[in-house]
């Protein structure tokens, strides 16, 4: 059974930096992509990031990048995303996501 779960968000002020985490168990981590998505209070979910199985693709959405980093670490089943330079409309909750497999979430706030 798939199990996906997030960790890593919170307060920050504008600016900022988090990195969030997701630690994946129940199938062969190393064999799939990846993505990060996210959704904002009364918008619809949207892609943020994705990552290829072995981590030598990636891609971003435009309001993201140059600010925000995949990565994944097959060792250790998990992936990541750095977030640099948080703006108040990063606000969301961040979604990891394998096929039509989604963690809970968690919440970024950035706020001052």
């Known amino acids: 059974q798939v199990q996906l779960v997030e960790s890593g968000g919170g307060l920050v002020q504008p600016g900022g930096s988090l990195r969030l985490s997701c630690a994946a168990s129940?199938?062969?981590?190393?064999?799939?992509?990846m993505s990060w998505h996210r959704q904002a209070p009364g918008k619809e979910r949207e892609l943020v990031a994705s990552?290829?199985?072995?981590?030598?693709?990636?891609n971003y959405a435009t309001s993201v990048k140059g600010r925000f980093t995949i990565s994944r670490d097959n060792a250790k089943n998990t992936m990541y995303l750095q977030m640099n330079s948080l703006k108040p409309e990063d606000t969301a909750v961040y979604f990891c996501?394998?096929?039509?497999?989604w963690g809970q979430g968690t919440q970024v706030t950035v706020s001052s």
């Open positions: 996501r394998l096929m039509s497999s």
């Open positions: 129940g199938f062969t981590f190393s064999s799939y992509a």
């Open positions: 990552i290829s199985s072995t981590g030598g693709s990636t």
